[in-house]
């Protein structure tokens, strides 16, 4: 059974930064494309970014293109969010999640993602 346990959330002025980590255990990351999807308050739940399971294919949402960046630690079994020059609308709940895919595959639409963090929540306010 494959857990995925999201942290790193805060509080954080805007244009500061935060890394969210999403560990990964049960089963090799190499198997699974992995997402981070948000919600904000009143809005619908929006895909970040996502990667593919060996980490050749990644996509970004148009809003926080340049600003976000979606790595791995193979070793850690781990996927990271570096987030930069935050932004008060980047303020959600944060959530990652993976499903079992085809190599290359990385999709920003969470109905093929079943299994689920419990969320971080991410703060931008002065």
């Known amino acids: 059974q494959l857990q995925v346990v999201e942290s790193g959330g805060g509080s954080v002025q805007p244009g500061g930064s935060l890394r969210l980590s999403c560990a990964v255990s049960g089963r090799s990351l190499e198997y699974y494309a992995t997402g981070w999807f948000r919600r904000a308050p009143g809005k619908e739940r929006e895909g970040v970014s996502c990667m593919s399971g060996m980490g050749s294919r990644t996509n970004y949402a148009e809003s926080v293109k340049g600003r976000f960046t979606i790595s791995r630690d193979n070793a850690k079994n781990t996927v990271y969010l570096q987030m930069n020059s935050l932004k008060p609308e980047d303020t959600a709940v944060y959530y990652c999640?993976?499903?079992?895919?085809?190599?290359?595959?990385?999709?920003?639409?969470?109905?093929?993602?079943?299994?689920w963090g419990q969320g971080t929540q991410v703060t931008v306010s002065s």
């Open positions: 999640a993976a499903f079992r895919a085809v190599q290359g595959m990385c999709l920003m639409s969470p109905e093929p993602y079943d299994h």
